[in-house]
């Protein structure tokens, strides 16, 4: 079954530090990965696609990781702002299919 | 990327009425989705949105209840019926770039509330 889990559903930290968020996925045949941020009350917003043969990506303070052999990716954010206070949604397409598997997200609250 | 709209961006209706909801791309797409979000969940695919043609509906989801318009390749809309508190949700248009990697831009929502 094509599943994407999050870890943590929630997380709050302090404005400045930096954070992981993780992802684990199973869907097959693999054809990309991307991170979504939605804040409240407003659709996702891409933030990176990563397809196989990528295993890193950067867009400004989040960089995104991807290990296809281990089905894992990681969202990191250096110098967190509150601004970045916002749900995080792991995305998974698999090749030959149009729909997209979601993550449940992980909430992230940065505390000024 | 594309910009989309969406109309309404929230209600707050009654039980047993309809709601419609207009999604509009500023440019072409072949693509077009509706999703919805239950509080504190994910996106659930409703259903796929063809220009031309019949929308095709995910498991759990009937045209009777979420019938869906596409006119043209810019817009679209998604009527939710005999409303009931389930359906209180933020109902959100996607579209699908032409590109390599398929990339997925989201509306703003509607976020509905029925009483």
């Known amino acids: 079954k094509n599943q994407v889990e999050q870890s943590p559903q929630s997380l709050i930290i302090l404005e400045g530090k930096n954070c992981t968020l993780q992802?684990?996925?199973?869907?097959?045949?693999?054809?990309?990965l991307r991170w979504y941020k939605q804040d409240t009350g407003r659709g996702p917003v891409s933030l990176t696609i990563?397809?196989?043969?990528?295993n890193t990506k950067s867009n400004g303070r989040y960089t995104a990781t991807l290990d296809a052999d281990t089905k894992q990716s990681s969202l990191h954010i250096t110098a967190s702002q509150l601004s970045d206070s916002a749900s995080y949604i792991c995305v998974v397409s698999a090749t030959g299919f149009q729909k997209l598997v979601f993550g449940t997200g992980t909430r992230l609250l940065v505390s000024p | 990327s594309a910009v989309i709209s969406q109309k309404p961006s929230r209600d707050i209706c009654q039980r047993g009425t309809s709601l419609t909801i207009q999604c509009q791309v500023d440019s072409q797409v072949t693509m077009m989705f509706w999703y919805r979000q239950q509080p504190g969940q994910s996106l659930t695919l409703i259903a796929t949105a063809n220009q031309g043609s019949e929308a095709t509906y995910e498991s759990g989801f009937v045209i009777d209840k979420f019938p869906i318009s596409r006119p043209n390749l810019t817009f679209s809309t998604l009527t939710v019926s005999n409303m009931s508190p389930e359906d209180s949700s933020i109902y959100l248009c996607?579209?699908?770039?032409?590109?390599?990697?398929?990339?997925?831009?989201f509306g703003p929502g509607t976020r509905l509330t029925v009483l």
């Open positions: 992802c684990n996925y199973t869907v097959s045949p693999f054809s990309n």
């Open positions: 990563m397809t196989f043969s990528e």
């Open positions: 996607s579209v699908e770039s032409s590109g390599d990697t398929n990339e997925q831009f």
